[in-house]
């Protein structure tokens, strides 16, 4: 038995043998669907499009149409359909006539469960044989079809990778001529933004060479996740042109992201070095962009020599703005980071082993930085980052990691108030000498959050508002260096905490906050000094 369920459909112009065949049986016992019950061969055939039985048990004698004309245009629409006769005694021409049809089962009138029962299992294996049959030629066909171009694949593949041997190198040769001629050749190197397996791959030639025209594609192979494919018969202009259009094609088709490398045009024996030069050429792809096409050139790669250092300073600046929004729940902020720092790297086409072991320190410091009791597990990203093709790839691998990051440890509003609070603290300390340091600053500038939040969250925190906060810290920064050196001026001391437009006032809040002025303070730190 196969797994398959089949259709029953009962045709009969007495209502009460259509009603007993129905409950007689148990359909779904016998791993069969009752799909309808029909009083006469006109209104089963014009049902049969829609409800599509496997299986037909007809009288023979019945108004509109009878069993036989039924059997007969149905098997011209339905070949494979199974028909089972219900005939009375008397009418045994009719079931003779029927079996011409292809007819092969009848049950006679009265009828009981066991007869049906019997003729149903006859037919279930019938079709069960019937539907492995199929499936077994289909699979042979299908193995057939995938021989000879495997095969071709395979040469193909051994030859541009240098396989051969040169006995076998000149067979190829001297087959590929007597097949296709000794026309120029150009190569193209095809491959997805995202890395395919080889059968995924495989799965796209055929679509490529239907948008390329069939008649100019000569061979394929799949290397190294790369679809190669050997085309003639198109200007270089021309093949542009139509590769911008089979690019548009794909992507829609596909779901997926497209780029190109076009070898130099040449002789079937020039194809490896073309090959090389490709490979070697679509390495430009991983700063040109998710989609791209590009020829190839006598100049050498696109890739810089440029130090890391020149990289430096705006990569600590970007690194420090990650991990601040991540700590404060900032996706938004956080995104403006990221974005920047690829911006920059975009600029500045470092080498691309540069760029790689920037995005893996990035990773490690991601976990490091913002994940609580960290291990090594960010040495698991190592690999796939090393895998990737394009910076957009690894762009959007480590913005979903930073997210991830953010979510697991800083995504509740409890964690997010806390984090925000202590991080809008180490920024009023390490811009006291700010003049316009205030809460509209900080969001503006530095987290990129409403103001009102944040003060809410600051104050819950902190057990005082945001202002507060900063004066205090002003004037303890004032203390601190009255404390280093008594020998600052007022006016110094002012500038120092971020008050100097105002050294009145920050006289004023230096009495408000330690109940002397400033002098007096600095005279009773000398006190303090001489006496001890």
Avoid at 44 to 53: D, G, V, Y
Avoid at 89 to 97: K, T
Avoid at 159 to 182: I, K, N, P, S
Wanted: aromatic share 8%; net charge negative.
């Amino acid at each position: 038995m196969t797994n398959e369920s089949y259709r029953v459909m009962v045709v009969d112009d007495e209502r009460i043998i259509r009603e007993g065949i129905a409950s007689l049986v148990d359909w779904q016992g016998m791993g069969l669907e009752l799909a309808g019950c029909l009083k006469d061969g006109a209104a089963a055939l014009e049902e049969m499009e829609q409800l599509r039985p496997d299986i037909v048990i007809t009288d023979i004698k019945m108004p509109r149409m009878d069993g036989l004309e039924l059997i007969k245009q149905a098997k011209e629409r339905f070949p494979d359909m199974k028909f089972v006769v219900l005939s009375g005694y008397g009418e045994f021409r009719f079931a003779s006539q029927a079996m011409k049809h292809g007819v092969k089962h009848y049950i006679l009138k009265p009828c009981d469960e066991h007869d049906i029962k019997k003729v149903l299992t006859d037919i279930v294996n019938e079709l069960d044989v019937e539907s492995r049959e199929r499936k077994a030629l289909g699979q042979m066909e299908r193995m057939l079809s995938e021989v000879v171009p495997r095969a071709r694949e395979k040469l193909l593949s051994d030859y541009l990778l240098g396989r051969m041997t040169d006995d076998e190198t000149a067979d190829y040769l001297e087959q590929v001529r007597l097949h296709d001629g000794e026309g120029m050749l150009r190569l193209l190197a095809c491959r997805t933004e995202t890395e395919l397996r080889y059968e995924e791959a495989k799965k796209l030639i055929p679509l490529i060479v239907e948008h390329l025209g069939e008649k100019h594609v000569k061979h394929y192979a799949v290397i190294h996740q790369v679809m190669v494919l050997l085309v003639a018969n198109y200007s270089k202009t021309d093949l542009l042109e139509r590769m911008e259009y089979t690019t548009t094609r794909l992507e829609s088709e596909a779901g997926s992201k497209f780029i190109w490398s076009i070898g130099r045009e040449g002789a079937m024996t020039d194809m490896p070095r073309a090959f090389e030069d490709a490979m070697r050429h679509m390495e430009q792809a991983y700063y040109l962009g998710e989609r791209s096409i590009t020829a190839l050139r006598t100049e050498g790669s696109v890739d810089k020599a440029e130090s890391p250092a020149v990289f430096a300073a705006a990569e600590l600046d970007h690194y420090s703005g990650i991990l601040d929004h991540i700590r404060i729940g900032s996706r938004e902020g956080l995104n403006k980071e990221l974005a920047a720092l690829f911006s920059k790297l975009r600029q500045l086409r470092l080498s691309i082993g540069t760029t790689t072991g920037i995005s893996i320190d990035l990773i490690a410091i991601l976990h490091k930085q913002c994940v609580p009791n960290p291990t090594n597990e960010y040495l698991n990203h190592t690999v796939p980052i090393l895998q990737m093709k394009t910076l957009g790839e690894v762009e959007r691998y480590i913005s979903e990691e930073a997210h991830s990051i953010l979510d697991k440890y800083y995504g509740t509003p409890a964690a997010r108030g806390k984090m925000a609070a202590h991080r809008m603290a180490r920024y009023v300390h390490d811009n006291l000498e700010r003049e316009e340091l205030s809460l509209q600053w900080l969001a503006k500038h530095k987290l990129f959050m409403n103001p009102d939040y944040l003060g809410k969250l600051f104050r819950k925190e902190m057990k005082m508002s945001f202002p507060q906060y900063v004066a205090k810290a002003r004037i303890e920064k004032a203390k601190e260096a009255i404390a280093r050196s008594g020998d600052y001026k007022i006016y110094e001391l002012a500038e120092m905490s971020g008050m100097g437009s105002d050294p009145k006032y920050f006289s004023n809040l230096f009495k408000k906050q330690t109940g002397c002025t400033p002098q007096e303070y600095k005279s009773r730190i000398a006190a303090e000094r001489k006496g001890g």
